[in-house]
């Protein structure tokens, strides 16, 4: 998209100039009123030259209107032509007045340069107040179902953290994935980081946008889209969603509550992983492996495949070990779930009734005791893992 654009623009500017040297507007009016050509060129190049200044003044012109949001546009028209009238009327009072006061040329211009300044008063503060407009209550095209567009904006967190791959592949993330360039710009710079675990963070995101480019369901797009006067990389993002009308894809906490202040819609994975992890409720069993000491007393702890840590009471001596524990609690955090528990045989005693099984998050079934008056009870609890 952007070889096209830039081939187009090319091409404009290359008819302009060839138009501007062989119609020759300069030559024609020398010839009209014969005179010295200034810098001693031909007039021919001087019209080619003119043709390139203007060719390339509309070229920004038309960037910059690419950048505007529709409300801006509309505002900076509605200005424009308000400030026109407003410059007219103006003129048309001035042309009414004695011509002792005001003489014939300095009517036409105070009229001409009423209009010109009244409109460009009327584009600048239009387009600064379109933000405010109401175009909803239009209705039509300009209705908020017409006007908004499926637009996902990814964050270089989301992308280095690697797991929007695996959720844009599976068709839970739809409509046009934006990726900016200022957003590729810092990731260049993170995969080009002197420290080494920078580094790798960087090239392990690089591998992610190669992969999602490469899926053929996926509709990526890369935007030039940039805002000079704004610096920091989360700001520009915050601009360019209002702009695009987008939703921000990001892991970052700060970026996530940030954008909500401003109004735009954010997708936290983070969010969504925690959302799908698994719902164990206090008094169920699970079968789980003590990794390490805890932070208390005595205390286990244990990961669930999802990675939920479990703090189970009185484990320490089962580290290394699969362990039959019975849940407590369930602790929800910013950070994510914790589930709390304690071993299968001291939970027994104390329980008053059959707790249900949860196979760290498995199917659950209902509990059965083993009765085996030789030995203590234990929650039968199947693992992939044979033995301790």
């Given at each position: 998209m952007r070889t096209n654009t830039v081939l187009i623009r090319v091409i404009f500017i290359g008819i302009l100039g060839g138009a501007g040297y062989v119609l020759d507007p300069i030559g024609a009016n020398y010839a009209a009123q014969p005179a010295a050509a200034p810098f001693g060129l031909p007039t021919s190049v001087l019209s080619a030259l003119l043709a390139l200044v203007i060719a390339v003044a509309i070229i920004l012109f038309e960037i910059r209107i690419q950048q505007a949001s529709l409300k801006t546009l509309i505002g900076a028209a509605i200005g424009s032509i308000m400030g026109i009238v407003g410059g007219v009327l103006i003129g048309f009072l001035i042309s009414y007045q004695e011509s002792s006061a005001v003489h014939g040329p300095m009517k036409a211009f105070l009229t001409l340069a009423l209009a010109f300044i009244m409109a460009y008063v009327g584009l600048m503060v239009g387009a600064a107040k379109g933000d405010y407009l109401d175009l909803s209550a239009l209705g039509g095209i300009f209705s908020d179902k017409a006007t908004?567009?499926?637009v996902k904006i990814l964050d270089t967190s989301v992308i280095i953290d690697g797991r929007i791959a695996d959720v844009a592949e599976t068709g839970f993330?739809?409509?046009?994935?934006?990726?900016?360039?200022?957003?590729l710009r810092e990731l260049q710079q993170v995969a080009d980081s002197p420290d080494s675990s920078?580094?790798?963070?960087?090239?392990r995101g690089l591998d992610m946008l190669n992969r999602l480019q490469?899926?053929?369901s996926l509709d990526i797009q890369i935007v030039d889209t940039d805002f000079q006067a704004v610096k920091e990389?989360?700001?520009?993002l915050l601009e360019l969603s209002k702009q695009l009308d987008g939703v921000v894809v990001t892991n970052d906490f700060n970026l996530n509550k940030v954008a909500q202040l401003h109004g735009i819609q954010v997708l936290n994975i983070n969010e969504?992983?925690?959302?799908?992890?698994p719902v164990v409720?206090?008094?169920?069993?699970?079968?789980?492996?003590i990794l390490k000491e805890g932070k208390e007393y005595n205390q286990g702890v244990a990961y669930l495949d999802d990675g939920t840590m479990v703090v189970v009471d009185n484990a320490r001596r089962m580290i290394g070990k699969n362990a039959d524990i019975a849940v407590t609690s369930v602790l929800q955090t910013t950070a994510g779930k914790m589930i709390f528990g304690r071993l299968w045989e001291d939970a027994e005693g104390?329980?008053?009734?059959e707790p249900r099984v949860a196979n760290a998050g498995g199917q659950r079934r209902p509990f059965q005791r083993e009765q085996r008056p030789s030995a203590p009870a234990h929650a039968p609890v199947r693992s992939a893992e044979q033995g301790d």
């Amino acid at each position: 998209m952007r070889t096209n654009t830039v081939l187009i623009r090319v091409i404009f500017i290359g008819i302009l100039g060839g138009a501007g040297y062989v119609l020759d507007p300069i030559g024609a009016n020398y010839a009209a009123q014969p005179a010295a050509a200034p810098f001693g060129l031909p007039t021919s190049v001087l019209s080619a030259l003119l043709a390139l200044v203007i060719a390339v003044a509309i070229i920004l012109f038309e960037i910059r209107i690419q950048q505007a949001s529709l409300k801006t546009l509309i505002g900076a028209a509605i200005g424009s032509i308000m400030g026109i009238v407003g410059g007219v009327l103006i003129g048309f009072l001035i042309s009414y007045q004695e011509s002792s006061a005001v003489h014939g040329p300095m009517k036409a211009f105070l009229t001409l340069a009423l209009a010109f300044i009244m409109a460009y008063v009327g584009l600048m503060v239009g387009a600064a107040k379109g933000d405010y407009l109401d175009l909803s209550a239009l209705g039509g095209i300009f209705s908020d179902k017409a006007t908004r567009r499926d637009v996902k904006i990814l964050d270089t967190s989301v992308i280095i953290d690697g797991r929007i791959a695996d959720v844009a592949e599976t068709g839970f993330l739809s409509g046009t994935i934006v990726i900016p360039q200022f957003i590729l710009r810092e990731l260049q710079q993170v995969a080009d980081s002197p420290d080494s675990s920078k580094r790798q963070r960087g090239r392990r995101g690089l591998d992610m946008l190669n992969r999602l480019q490469s899926n053929p369901s996926l509709d990526i797009q890369i935007v030039d889209t940039d805002f000079q006067a704004v610096k920091e990389v989360d700001l520009k993002l915050l601009e360019l969603s209002k702009q695009l009308d987008g939703v921000v894809v990001t892991n970052d906490f700060n970026l996530n509550k940030v954008a909500q202040l401003h109004g735009i819609q954010v997708l936290n994975i983070n969010e969504l992983a925690n959302s799908l992890k698994p719902v164990v409720l206090p008094g169920e069993a699970m079968r789980v492996f003590i990794l390490k000491e805890g932070k208390e007393y005595n205390q286990g702890v244990a990961y669930l495949d999802d990675g939920t840590m479990v703090v189970v009471d009185n484990a320490r001596r089962m580290i290394g070990k699969n362990a039959d524990i019975a849940v407590t609690s369930v602790l929800q955090t910013t950070a994510g779930k914790m589930i709390f528990g304690r071993l299968w045989e001291d939970a027994e005693g104390s329980a008053s009734g059959e707790p249900r099984v949860a196979n760290a998050g498995g199917q659950r079934r209902p509990f059965q005791r083993e009765q085996r008056p030789s030995a203590p009870a234990h929650a039968p609890v199947r693992s992939a893992e044979q033995g301790d």
